[in-house]
């Protein structure tokens, strides 16, 4: 996101707003290059409401003003309002989702950083689920065994590939590569160089982690271990 548009706007009339906009969506399937549409309500003005409309530069921001579609609805949105909307168009200067800067701190610690630091990222009822486990593992202390047991295993970094984020939830893929040092489920250490992908979903409560989905290949690090058959 680089560039976003405010519309500010007054009107009683917010539901038959609201389905214009839809509208608006239904008939620019397809055309549109706006990404992102959130509408708030002055807490303290009913009638007062502000849009913002995110777009990924300017020059987009324009080809989708210039859609035939959205003329005939601002023509019908103006009908809707007590006085013409106001537009302001800002370039985007800062965008930072602060949930995604504390998943990917989170990932560059792990094996870098004593378990005992990363807990201080986790809140203390956090919930880790891993489809390996037998049930999920609960709070901070629990984690840590778990860390440690990794720990103890392999040598290991995680490289974060991707992210996404939406309201309190954000999705990292990676990379974890590892050299296996240690036992690991019973299995002695082979010295081997590891690796496996996957994805963690995490959701946050006052900028700690409270809870992981875990999806990766274990099979696949198994078998780099030599304990499943081609």
């Known amino acids: 996101m680089t560039f976003v548009q405010l519309i500010d706007c007054r009107t009683d009339r917010f539901d038959e707003m609201n389905r214009l906009m839809d509208k608006w969506v239904e008939q620019t399937k397809g055309k549109r290059t706006a990404t992102h549409d959130v509408i708030g309500r002055d807490r303290s003005d009913g009638s007062h409401f502000v849009e913002i409309v995110e777009f990924p530069s300017y020059d987009e921001a324009m080809r989708n003003s210039h859609l035939p579609e959205t003329g005939r609805i601002y023509e019908e949105m103006v009908a809707l309002c007590d006085g013409p909307p106001v537009f302001t168009d800002l370039d985007v200067v800062r965008d930072e989702q602060l949930n995604v800067l504390v998943a990917r701190a989170f990932f560059t610690a792990m094996g870098r950083t004593p378990p005992d630091r990363i807990v201080d990222q986790l809140t203390d009822d956090y919930v880790d689920h891993d489809p390996s486990y037998p049930r999920p593992v609960q709070g ?15 040598d290991f970094t995680f490289r974060v590939d991707d992210q996404m984020a939406e309201d309190d939830r954000v999705c990292s893929r990676w990379t974890w590569t590892a050299h296996h040092k240690g036992e690991f489920l019973g299995i002695p250490a082979t010295g081997q160089d590891v ?34 058959g081609d």
Do not use: K, N, P
């Not at 202390?141 to 392999?154: N, S, T």
């Open 140 to 154: 901070r202390d629990g984690i840590r065994a778990v860390l440690e047991g990794w720990y103890g295993a392999f």
């Open 195 to 228: 690796s496996m992908q996957g994805m963690t979903w995490q959701r946050f409560r006052e900028g700690r982690i409270c809870e992981s989905h875990w999806m990766y290949d274990r099979a696949g690090l198994m078998e780099q271990l030599g304990v499943l």
